[in-house]
C-alpha cells in the first residue's frame, strides 16, 4: 500500500518544499475531552426534486441522511468518499450554510440550529471554512487586505485602519504569503497562492474549528503538501480543529487520526486511521483504499470493485 511519506511523487521526484511533514503523536479524539468540542447528531439535508408542470414536489434527494460524529479539541476527523456522497454537504450544513432537514449539531455545549442573533454570530467567528476552490472562493474585484480584514470589520474586532492593516500583513505573512499581497488582486497569484490567501481569512477570526472542504483538490501534487503542511503547523500553533473532507484516501490518512468513510449520503465506517486504512470492514472503503495509486511499478495492486450492494 502507497506509505504516507510518498503520497505526492515518486522517490527522488519530489522538491523540499513538497515533502509533508508528519504530524506529532499527540493523542487526539472525542476521548481526550469529556466533551467533543463538535458533535453531530443524525444529520440530514434533503433537496427537493420537483416535477410537472406545477413544478410541485414529488419526491426528495437524501444528500445526507443520518449522519452522526464527533470532533474533540484540536482532532482532525477525516471525511473521505467519492464524489456526490455527501461529504460537502455535512460540512456546509453544519456550519449553516445550506439548510439542515433533520438533526442535530453542538458545538461546546450550544445548538448551532437554533443559534440566532449574537449567538450566531459568535459561533460564526469559532466555525469558519476553507473552500475547495480557491479562485471562486475570493471576490475577484476586491484587494487581498479587503478580502482578508473583511471578516474582522464585519464582527467588530478592530476598528483603525492602521491596527486592521498590521494584522492583515500578519495573517498573509503567517500563512507564507509577502506582506506586499495585501496590495494586490485574487487574478494575479497561482492556484496555492490563493488557498493560502483563504486560509488567512479563516483564521482571522481565531475560530476554534475549521471545515477544509477539500482544500488541495484543485492543486498540483507538490503544492498539496505545502498547504497540508500549513494547516498541520497552523494546527499545532493555533490549537485547530478541522474536518477534513476529501475524495482521497491517500491524503486523509496522512492528515487525520480519525476517518469516517462516506457513501450515498451515510457514513458507512468509521475509526481510528489504523483501524481503517489496516483493517477496512466495509467493502466500499477496501475499494477506495485499493484504487490508491502505486508508485512501484514493479508492484501490482489488485482492485476491490463495489457496485453498491453492500450497504
Given at each position: 500500500?502507497?506509505?504516507?511519506?510518498?503520497?505526492?511523487?515518486?522517490?527522488?521526484?519530489?522538491?523540499?518544499?513538497?515533502?509533508?511533514?508528519?504530524?506529532?503523536?499527540?493523542?487526539?479524539?472525542?476521548?481526550?475531552?469529556?466533551?467533543?468540542?463538535?458533535?453531530?447528531?443524525?444529520?440530514?439535508?434533503?433537496?427537493?426534486?420537483?416535477?410537472?408542470?406545477?413544478?410541485?414536489?414529488?419526491?426528495?434527494?437524501?444528500?445526507?441522511?443520518?449522519?452522526?460524529?464527533?470532533?474533540?479539541?484540536?482532532?482532525?476527523?477525516?471525511?473521505?468518499?467519492?464524489?456526490?456522497?455527501?461529504?460537502?454537504?455535512?460540512?456546509?450544513?453544519?456550519?449553516?450554510?445550506?439548510?439542515?432537514?433533520?438533526?442535530?449539531?453542538?458545538?461546546?455545549?450550544?445548538?448551532?440550529?437554533?443559534?440566532?442573533?449574537?449567538?450566531?454570530?459568535?459561533?460564526?467567528?469559532?466555525?469558519?471554512?476553507?473552500?475547495?476552490?480557491?479562485?471562486?472562493?475570493?471576490?475577484?474585484?476586491?484587494?487581498?487586505?479587503?478580502?482578508?480584514?473583511?471578516?474582522?470589520?464585519?464582527?467588530?474586532?478592530?476598528?483603525?485602519?492602521?491596527?486592521?492593516?498590521?494584522?492583515?500583513?500578519?495573517?498573509?505573512?503567517?500563512c507564507g504569503m509577502p506582506r506586499a499581497a495585501a496590495d494586490r488582486y485574487p487574478h494575479?497569484?497561482?492556484?496555492?497562492?490563493?488557498?493560502?490567501?483563504?486560509?488567512?481569512?479563516?483564521?482571522?477570526?481565531?475560530?476554534?474549528?475549521?471545515?477544509?472542504?477539500?482544500?488541495?483538490?484543485?492543486?498540483?501534487?507538490?503544492?498539496?503538501?505545502?498547504?497540508?503542511?500549513?494547516?498541520?503547523?497552523?494546527?499545532?500553533?493555533?490549537?485547530?480543529?478541522?474536518?477534513?473532507?476529501?475524495?482521497?484516501?491517500?491524503?486523509?490518512?496522512?492528515?487525520?487520526?480519525?476517518?469516517?468513510?462516506?457513501?450515498?449520503?451515510?457514513?458507512?465506517?468509521?475509526?481510528?486511521?489504523?483501524?481503517?486504512?489496516?483493517?477496512?470492514?466495509?467493502?466500499?472503503?477496501?475499494?477506495?483504499?485499493?484504487?490508491?495509486?502505486?508508485?512501484?511499478?514493479?508492484?501490482?495492486?489488485?482492485?476491490?470493485?463495489?457496485?453498491?450492494?453492500?450497504?
Amino acid at each position: 500500500m502507497l506509505g504516507p511519506d510518498c503520497l505526492f511523487g515518486y522517490d527522488g521526484g519530489m522538491t523540499d518544499s513538497a515533502v509533508l511533514e508528519k504530524p506529532e503523536n499527540k493523542p487526539q479524539g472525542p476521548g481526550s475531552d469529556p466533551q467533543p468540542l463538535l458533535k453531530v447528531e443524525d444529520l440530514k439535508t434533503y433537496f427537493p426534486i420537483r416535477s410537472g408542470l406545477l413544478q410541485r414536489v414529488t419526491d426528495h434527494f437524501k444528500a445526507v441522511d443520518g449522519v452522526s460524529f464527533e470532533i474533540g479539541r484540536g482532532e482532525t476527523l477525516g471525511l473521505v468518499g467519492e464524489s456526490g456522497c455527501g461529504k460537502t454537504t455535512v460540512g456546509r450544513t453544519l456550519l449553516r450554510l445550506i439548510p439542515a432537514t433533520g438533526g442535530r449539531v453542538t458545538f461546546e455545549g450550544r445548538d448551532v440550529f437554533a443559534a440566532s442573533g449574537s449567538e450566531l454570530q459568535k459561533l460564526r467567528r469559532d466555525m469558519q471554512i476553507v473552500f475547495q476552490d480557491p479562485a471562486g472562493s475570493l471576490n475577484p474585484r476586491m484587494r487581498i487586505a479587503s478580502i482578508v480584514g473583511e471578516p474582522l470589520i464585519i464582527h467588530g474586532l478592530i476598528k483603525d485602519k492602521a491596527e486592521l492593516r498590521e494584522r492583515v500583513e500578519s495573517l498573509l505573512e503567517r500563512c507564507g504569503m509577502p506582506r506586499a499581497a495585501a496590495d494586490r488582486y485574487p487574478h494575479e497569484f497561482s492556484g496555492g497562492q490563493r488557498q493560502r490567501i483563504g486560509i488567512a481569512r479563516a483564521l482571522a477570526l481565531e475560530p476554534k474549528f475549521i471545515v477544509c472542504d477539500e482544500p488541495t483538490s484543485a492543486l498540483d501534487v507538490s503544492i498539496q503538501a505545502q498547504i497540508i503542511n500549513l494547516l498541520t503547523d497552523l494546527q499545532g500553533e493555533f490549537g485547530l480543529s478541522y474536518l477534513f473532507i476529501s475524495h482521497d484516501m491517500a491524503v486523509i490518512q496522512h492528515v487525520c487520526r480519525r476517518i469516517a468513510v462516506m457513501y450515498r449520503g451515510k457514513i458507512v465506517e468509521a475509526g481510528t486511521r489504523e483501524e481503517i486504512i489496516e483493517n477496512p470492514q466495509h467493502l466500499y472503503t477496501q475499494s477506495l483504499l485499493s484504487a490508491v495509486p502505486e508508485p512501484d511499478p514493479r508492484r501490482t495492486k489488485q482492485r476491490v470493485t463495489f457496485d453498491g450492494g453492500a450497504m
